[in-house]
């Protein structure tokens, strides 16, 4: 019993050393927090990017838009405020489940420029039809 003990560890050790061995170094952080039933977006760092964080255009359309560099490397800090949300960019095959006090991490890479949509895929009440938001990739 002792040899499948020392495999077991041996196995593990390199994921102590290794913690994101495969995530990206980002040149831009985001924190989203989802709430019931719209988002809320913190740039995490003051770069030339800052100034077109988001805008409600109601004149166009109803839902908030995110103004994101195309071909960089954005790391986003998801959590949620109060129910089980869902951070689904499909366009990107990206799709990560927010639970109320955890604070989750994606590294996403916009390769070209274009409109994005993320919903929430997680039913989350009786509006949950206005979660949408936009992320214009420039």
């Keep these: 019993t002792l040899l499948p003990v020392i495999v077991v560890l041996a196995l593990f050790l390199p994921l102590f050393n290794f913690n994101n061995f495969f995530s990206f170094q980002s040149e831009f952080s985001y924190f989203i927090l989802a709430n019931q039933w719209f ?26 838009c995110l103004y994101l560099p195309s071909l960089y490397n954005i790391v986003f800090f998801l959590t949620s405020n109060d129910v089980l949300h869902a951070f689904s960019l499909p ?41 949408p938001f936009i992320i214009n990739s420039m």
């Excluded at 003051?46 to 805008?55: P, R």
């Excluded at 095959?93 to 274009?114: E, K, Q, R």
């Design 91 to 131: 366009h990107l095959y990206t799709m990560i489940d927010l639970v109320p006090g955890a604070l989750h991490t994606i590294d996403i890479f916009f390769p070209y420029v274009g409109v994005f949509t993320v919903y929430c895929a997680q039913i989350c009440g009786i509006n949950h039809w206005a979660m």
């Design 39 to 64: 988002w809320d977006f913190i740039c995490l760092e003051d770069q030339s990017f800052n100034w077109i964080l988001s805008s409600y255009d109601f004149l166009f359309n109803s839902y908030p």
